[in-house]
């Protein structure tokens, strides 16, 4: 996995701007943001991390991971749906993500264009896909395209730690959020991971 080429340049510009991010950028020395490089595995860590904690996602992904011989379309179209439930999968879920293999298997993501395409327009072709909404598809912009400047204001994560950092712990509302994100232009993506690093220490990886 290898880490942006942008994000030494993001964090000291960051960390010139904030002094939040400073001080959890002067604690993260080392980690940054890394994508896995498979496109289908970082949707489908994605769906099965939709609305549960972190912790609880990764026991379910290791569950997964381990009752499947690999994590390929084909493989996860075919594979027994009940024997998917038995680790943990919600029936919606193995829904969504044999849905997901099927967008693959027909070729109707069309994957080569991605680089190409803005991160609107990569949002509005993902969320045609059974079961990804916006924060899905903004999880895979951050984790597998590594686009630097996405604000998933949707993420249960990120309201915390924002309300946390700059609101003495009360709820903000997503204008709020949006307001106190323009200082992060253009890396809130980046400004993201490290709210993430303040509340836990070792990063997400999708």
């Given amino acids: 996995m290898t880490a942006p080429g942008y994000w030494q340049q993001a964090t000291r510009e960051l960390s010139e701007r904030d002094a939040v991010i400073r001080r959890i950028a002067g604690k993260s020395l080392g980690l940054t943001l890394?994508?896995?490089?498979?496109?289908?595995?970082?949707?489908?860590?994605?769906?099965?991390?939709?609305?549960?904690s972190v912790k609880a996602a990764e026991s379910v992904w290791r569950k997964f991971a381990a009752a499947v011989p690999e994590i390929r379309p084909e493989v996860i179209h075919a594979h027994d749906g009940e024997a998917l439930r038995a680790c943990g999968l919600s029936r919606s879920k193995v829904l969504y993500l044999q849905d997901l293999a099927r967008h693959f298997i027909e070729g109707r993501l069309e994957v080569g264009r991605w680089k190409r395409m803005s991160d609107d327009e990569l949002i509005a072709e993902l969320?045609?896909?059974?079961?990804i909404g916006r924060w899905t598809a903004e999880m895979f912009l951050i984790f597998y395209m590594t686009r630097p400047d996405v604000l998933p204001v949707d993420d249960i994560g990120l309201q915390r730690a924002m309300s946390l950092h700059y609101n003495?712990?009360?709820?903000?509302t997503k204008l709020k959020m949006n307001s106190i994100a323009k200082r992060w232009l253009p890396w809130r993506s980046v400004a993201t991971?490290?709210?993430?690093?303040s509340l836990d220490p070792v990063p997400v990886e999708y």
Avoid: E, H, N
């Fill in 127 to 131: 969320t045609q896909v059974r079961g």
């Fill in 168 to 172: 003495r712990g009360k709820p903000l």
């Fill in 34 to 52: 890394r994508s896995r490089g498979d496109a289908f595995s970082t949707l489908a860590r994605s769906i099965v991390g939709q609305q549960i």
């Fill in 193 to 197: 991971w490290y709210m993430w690093r």
